[in-house]
């Protein structure tokens, strides 16, 4: 008999609380639905500030403020660098809060937690690991000795074929493909090389991603393909295709899993493939998808927990997803590789459940997110669209939903027992928009930044712009913050410290300043000063010298998209800032939803104190009492 968990946590990056409630009314999610009327849901759960994924996946799993844990932003900026040079800070080497599960672990209480932001690396053989932001092959690797170290990576690769079969690269031609057959996008995907052998058989050349450190990590190789009739025919080698031994796949259709052995400079690893040929048009041309691949051992800790994931078989979908979830691109094969995910994650919650039983289990589903930022503003009608647009918007996110509905109701039928406690919580919300805030463009009008001209005087992306520092004064970094270009603090510092809170006032000034209309409201929310971050939690010397938010019918340009910069409380017409949060299980109340206002803190020390688990050292958050049931402490 399998072992159920004392807890499961089901995290949805980007979910929307108010999407769940009006498929619900009208009589879809009937999963989200069991799970309402089993527990509650929290209608008023808000974010940290800023609103983006690290920062909050951080606060859910410890239980503290920016302020404690430190993750201020997406990128972390180091002591000495330039202002717009920093490390990411997905991988939680610079976390400086306990996580709940940590703290668990000293009760002996072990954890299986997977794709969760700013979770590793593990501090204890008690806590089983998986990856990091979206997908292991996406993050540092997490080894046995607690290292971190950027994971190998075959990437997704994508071969055209036109309707004569030549084996010079044709022309990419409008694509016919469609979820619902009334879509017609171009696909703007790079194809990758090939080449026709003397046999008059294709060599697919495979690209990979690199380790920065070790540039040839992994050994080159190609496949072999021949076509015929109703498909395409896929081997290792010529000898291969020759002996037999290769892989039919029809047209429309995926591979089987495709296991293959590659060189690394840790020796041999382990690579799971799967090849999809999917038509291009209807004279015969056909592109060929190979999806991307990890050697996954090194993205796993402990070394046992390693050794057995390693070998389930099927591809973990390292974010390929994200170049087709889009509005040129094939939806529906984004939603196969979701599916693909899925099904990797099912069988490694079982496999833990039968040889090695945890009592908590965290995952998390990021492929919402992405649906946010590449149609809320469609769906909410607020971009700039026609009814098509609208309607694929509307497509996706019921695809997306009904997805993540089938995954909770399997959840309930294999692992939810009836003393699981059972949490689904997202890190924030999304709002549409169609005004893009680029504080950029400000600074520079007002002579605070200055970029050096491009020799050929040619146009280039502000993001892609060489600095001129010995002429700013300020620079805009990540989600809100304004650093100054400090003399004695940055290399090239020009503003005297005498002068330093002259320039914060003049930052808040300009900040102010600036309106999308002269009758329109203004863009943003706040700005602060650096000592005074402390009221939206961010009271740590990570953060800018000037802290500022934005409205929330508003986005920036740097950061933001349809979170991030905005205050947790905005609202568009459909669309919301505040968290999914959903609660059931034991001493959970059944059927209501909760209008206390909550906060990410909450979460860790509610679960903690529900469980009976050592609160996270540094939390900061409160109990949220209202989720119990009335008869609780009689019980417990």
């Given at each position: 008999m399998l072992k159920k968990p004392e807890l499961f946590m089901l995290g949805v990056d980007g979910g929307v609380t108010s999407?769940?409630?009006?498929?619900?009314?009208?009589?879809?999610?009937?999963?989200?639905?069991k799970m309402i009327d089993n527990g509650c849901m929290l209608s008023d759960c808000r974010p940290v500030y800023p609103s983006i994924s690290a920062t909050c996946w951080a606060t859910i799993q410890t239980g503290a403020s920016p302020h404690m844990h430190q993750i201020t932003d997406e990128n972390i900026l180091l002591e000495g660098a330039y202002p717009n040079e920093f490390v990411t800070a997905y991988h939680g080497d610079y976390l400086m809060a306990e996580r709940f599960w940590e703290a668990a672990a000293k009760k002996g209480k072990k954890s299986l937690i997977a794709d969760f932001c700013v979770s590793g690396p593990a501090k204890s053989d008690l806590v089983h690991q998986i990856g990091g932001i979206g997908?292991?092959?996406?993050?540092?690797?997490?080894?046995?000795?607690?290292?971190?170290?950027?994971?190998?990576?075959?990437?997704?690769?994508?071969?055209?074929?036109?309707?004569?079969?030549l084996s010079v690269f044709p022309k990419i031609p409008e694509q016919t493909m469609a979820p619902s057959g009334k879509w017609q996008p171009q696909i703007k995907l790079t194809q990758s090389r090939y080449e026709k052998s003397e046999k008059g058989y294709f060599k697919l050349y495979v690209?990979?991603?690199?380790?920065?450190?070790?540039?040839?990590?992994?050994?080159?190789?190609?496949?072999?393909?021949s076509i015929y009739d109703e498909g395409i025919k896929i081997a290792f080698n010529e000898a291969d295709m020759e002996n037999g031994q290769y892989y039919e796949i029809p047209m429309g259709n995926w591979s089987e899993v495709i296991k293959r052995t590659l060189k690394d400079d840790l020796g041999e690893g382990s690579y799971r493939f799967r090849i999809k040929a999917m038509k291009a048009n209807d004279k015969g041309g056909?592109?060929?998808?190979?999806?991307?691949?990890?050697?996954?051992?090194?993205?796993?800790?402990?070394?046992?927990?390693?050794?057995?994931?390693?070998?389930?078989?099927?591809?973990?979908?390292?974010?390929?997803?994200?170049?087709?979830?889009?509005?040129?691109?094939?939806i529906d094969t984004a939603f196969e590789l979701i599916a693909f995910k899925n099904e990797w994650f099912k069988k490694i919650?079982?496999?833990?459940?039968?040889?090695?039983?945890?009592?908590?289990?965290?995952?998390?589903?990021?492929?919402?997110?992405?649906?946010?930022?590449?149609?809320r503003g469609l769906y909410e009608g607020v971009e700039k669209s026609n009814e098509q647009q609208v309607e694929i918007a509307r497509y996706v996110y019921e695809k997306a939903y009904d997805m993540l509905d089938d995954f909770i109701g399997w959840l309930y039928e294999n692992v939810i027992g009836e003393d699981t406690v059972f949490i689904i919580i997202g890190d924030h919300g999304a709002v549409g928009f169609n005004r893009t805030v680029l504080v950029h463009d400000f600074f520079e009008k007002e002579g605070f930044l200055k970029y050096i001209p491009h020799p050929k005087n040619e146009?280039?992306?502000?993001?892609?712009?060489?600095?001129?520092?010995?002429?700013?004064?300020?620079?805009?970094?990540?989600?809100?913050?304004?650093?100054?270009?400090?003399?004695?603090?940055?290399?090239?510092?020009?503003?005297?410290?005498?002068?330093?809170?002259?320039?914060?006032n003049e930052i808040i000034k300009i900040l102010h300043k600036y309106h999308w209309n002269e009758k329109d409201e203004c863009y943003l929310a706040f700005a602060v000063e650096k000592k005074q971050a402390g009221f939206v939690g961010l009271g740590t010397e990570r953060v800018g010298?000037?802290?500022?938010?934005?409205?929330?019918?508003?986005?920036?340009?740097?950061?933001?998209?349809?979170?991030?910069?905005?205050?947790?409380?905005?609202?568009?017409?459909?669309?919301?800032?505040?968290?999914?949060?959903?609660?059931?299980?034991?001493?959970?109340?059944?059927?209501?939803?909760?209008?206390?206002?909550?906060?990410?803190?909450?979460?860790?020390?509610?679960?903690?104190?529900?469980?009976?688990?050592?609160?996270?050292?540094?939390?900061?958050?409160?109990?949220?009492?209202?989720?119990?049931?009335?008869?609780?402490?009689?019980?417990?």
């Open positions: 999407y769940v409630l009006e498929q619900i009314e009208k009589g879809k999610l009937p999963n989200f639905k997908s292991v092959a996406d993050q540092k690797a997490i080894k046995t000795e607690q290292t971190m170290r950027m994971q190998k990576e075959i990437s997704e690769q994508l071969y055209l074929f036109d309707t004569d079969v690209e990979k991603k690199n380790d920065l450190e070790n540039p040839n990590n992994i050994e080159p190789f190609y496949w072999i393909m056909f592109f060929v998808f190979i999806t991307s691949s990890v050697n996954l051992f090194n993205a796993l800790s402990p070394y046992e927990f390693a050794n057995r994931v390693n070998e389930i078989d099927e591809i973990c979908s390292s974010n390929s997803y994200g170049h087709f979830l889009t509005r040129d691109g094939y919650i079982l496999d833990s459940m039968e040889n090695d039983p945890v009592e908590i289990m965290a995952f998390v589903q990021g492929y919402t997110d992405t649906v946010n930022h590449v149609f146009h280039v992306y502000w993001r892609d712009r060489k600095i001129d520092w010995k002429n700013t004064k300020a620079f805009p970094v990540g989600c809100g913050n304004i650093y100054i270009n400090l003399k004695g603090r940055e290399p090239e510092g020009i503003v005297d410290p005498e002068d330093y809170d002259k320039t914060v010298d000037v802290i500022y938010g934005l409205s929330g019918n508003s986005t920036g340009g740097y950061i933001g998209g349809v979170h991030a910069c905005q205050i947790p409380s905005a609202k568009t017409k459909t669309g919301d800032i505040r968290c999914l949060c959903m609660f059931s299980g034991k001493n959970i109340k059944k059927g209501e939803l909760v209008d206390r206002p909550a906060n990410l803190e909450d979460i860790a020390p509610t679960l903690c104190y529900l469980l009976k688990y050592p609160q996270p050292a540094s939390a900061t958050g409160g109990i949220l009492f209202q989720i119990f049931k009335d008869d609780m402490y009689q019980n417990s």
